[in-house]
């Protein structure tokens, strides 16, 4: 019995050695992209600390890792968070969409905040400064709103 255990504990602390192995590629670019949202329009500062607080780690080509990002399983599980995030929305990658794609992305980001889909909820309990008040939730709904009525006039 005693040696059971011992056996599957090895095996266990062999399998989760060699998994260390595999580290994902790192979401982190050095230059500050030129298509970055801010990069050519600036915005109000509430508006900018919010989106880089509580979107810019799955939503733009820099995140901030925690510690634990050093450790396998959870590395995988953040990276898929990034690769699923980014490729629905890169806020670094903003410029490069055309303006019928920036025009339903903001209503979608609309969507999400209303219905507190955004910031992902397992994200929340580690980063608990991520989460939106109302009063945040109202402004980034009155920034996004802007948004599109800017560009329905720029494309009329
Ligand atoms: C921990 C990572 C993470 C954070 C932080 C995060 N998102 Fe996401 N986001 C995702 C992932 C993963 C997806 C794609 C899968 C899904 O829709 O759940 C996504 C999808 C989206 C979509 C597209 C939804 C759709 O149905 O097409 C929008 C819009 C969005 N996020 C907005 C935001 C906004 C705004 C914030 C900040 C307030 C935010 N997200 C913060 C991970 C994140």
């Known amino acids: 019995m005693k040696k059971k255990i011992l056996t599957g504990l ?14 994902p590629e790192k979401n982190w670019q050095i230059n500050v992209s030129r298509n970055e949202i801010f990069y050519k329009k600036a915005a109000d500062p509430r508006i900018v600390t919010l989106l880089k607080t509580s979107c810019y780690d799955c939503h733009s080509n820099n995140t901030a ?14 990276s898929n968070h ?9 806020f670094s990658n903003w410029d490069l969409y055309v303006p019928e794609t920036q025009h339903k992305l903001l209503k979608k980001i609309i969507e ?32 996004a709103t802007d948004k599109m ?8």
């Open 10 to 23: 090895l095996i266990f602390v062999l399998l989760f050695g060699f998994i260390q192995f595999f580290r």
């Open 65 to 78: 890792y925690p510690w634990y990002n050093n450790i396998a399983p959870v590395s995988w599980m953040i």
């Open 82 to 90: 990034i690769r699923e995030g980014k490729d629905e929305l890169n």
């Open 112 to 143: 999400e905040v209303e219905e507190d889909k955004m910031p992902l909820g397992s994200y929340l309990i580690i980063h608990a400064d991520a989460k939106l008040s109302d009063a945040d939730k109202e402004l980034l709904k009155f920034w």
């Open 149 to 156: 009525v800017e560009i329905e006039n720029s494309t009329k």
